[in-house]
């Protein structure tokens, strides 16, 4: 079974631009979460899809947004982007919402200049 | 929301001695905590996982304990090897009325030292 897909796997962008990652769960997996790893922060919840809804969101600004597509895939997006955006996302998917182990991604590196 | 404290941040130990990493969460809801291992360059995987109707679970040289009274859980790994070198996360989530997502801690850097 494949595992979790993050496309691409490194962007640099210029700030103010905007970016959008994606992220293909493992077959069957309906719940897609999306993380922020920074140095010295972890792993910083940013939101959360179930069958195509949002079903929970973190503290992050209303530039970062995402959705989920019927097939479960996932995207997020970050507007205007800022130099403090630069970080690892992490996509993790999951067979369901709640307690069940989460599979990760490789994550995008995204460097903002 | 639910908000989940690790301590200590960094640890070292010499090869054989005994790791423990130390978490709390807020949220009494929370029923599920895992743990997770991130080496250098990789994604993060799951290691352990306990929920709120066991008190510890072990598996070979890692364990893990929950206090739900106390809300506090506890990753001890025993005879470390240079190969447990990474940065370990606690986790927290629920399942109820709210579907708690998977809250995380900042991290602990165990080094082993040969």
């Known amino acids: 079974k494949a595992g979790v897909t993050q496309t691409p796997r490194y962007l640099i962008k210029t700030r103010g631009q905007q970016v959008t990652l994606s992220c293909s769960p493992i077959?069957?997996?309906?719940?897609v979460s999306w993380y922020q790893q920074t140095p010295g922060q972890g792993l910083q919840f940013l939101f959360e899809?179930?069958?195509?809804?949002?079903?929970n969101k973190g503290n992050f600004p209303g530039r970062f947004s995402g959705r989920q597509f019927s097939n479960s895939r996932s995207e997020m997006n970050v507007s205007t982007l800022e130099l403090g955006d630069s970080a690892l996302y992490l996509c993790?998917?999951?067979?369901?919402?709640?307690?069940?182990?989460?599979?990760f991604g490789q994550g995008t590196r995204l460097t903002v200049v | 929301g639910e908000n989940v404290e690790q301590h200590p941040s960094t640890l070292s130990v010499q090869e054989g001695d005994s790791a423990v990493i130390k978490c709390t969460y807020s949220?009494?809801?929370?029923?599920?905590f895992p743990w997770y291992k991130q080496e250098l360059g990789k994604r993060p995987q799951l290691i352990i996982d306990?929920?709120?109707?066991?008190g510890e679970k072990k598996d070979q040289r890692i364990a893990v304990t929950l206090n739900k009274t106390a809300k506090h859980f506890s990753l001890h790994i025993t005879e470390t090897q240079p190969e447990d070198s990474a940065v370990y996360f606690c986790?927290?989530?629920?399942?109820?009325?709210?579907?708690?997502?998977?809250?995380f801690g900042k991290g602990t850097r165990l080094s082993v030292i040969a």
């Open positions: 077959s069957g997996h309906r719940s």
């Open positions: 306990i929920r709120s109707n066991v």
């Open positions: 949220d009494s809801a929370s029923n599920y």
């Open positions: 899809y179930f069958s195509e809804t949002q079903r």
């Open positions: 993790a998917s999951s067979p369901r919402q709640g307690d069940t182990e989460a599979f």
């Open positions: 986790a927290a989530s629920g399942r109820g009325s709210g579907n708690t997502p998977l809250v």
